[in-house]
């Protein structure tokens, strides 16, 4: 299965799957909008990976094929002053 990979001009490490090189026919137009204007990334075989990089493949796999599209959002920053703080708050409840 070949598919096509864009990159996002809007939002950081954000990654558009779609069946067919430049054929958005199948995104919804608000995601279209909220993309921005796709930056080809790669070509892709699929059948010949084992595993993508923070994909998942069997998801893009079906995604494709159901909807003719998947969106690749990246993964949630971590908020650290949150962590911290509940470090302290362990390590305080520990403590009394």
Known sequence: MLCAVYKSPKKANTYLFIKTRDDFSDVPDGLKTTFGTPILVTLLNLATKD????????????????????????????????????????????SE
């Open 51 to 94: 595993k993508l990089g923070f994909a998942d493949l069997v998801k893009v796999k079906e995604n494709l094929i159901s909807g003719g599209y998947y969106l690749q959002l990246p993964p949630p920053q971590e908020n650290l002053l949150t962590q911290h703080k509940e470090m302290l708050n362990k390590q305080q409840e520990r």
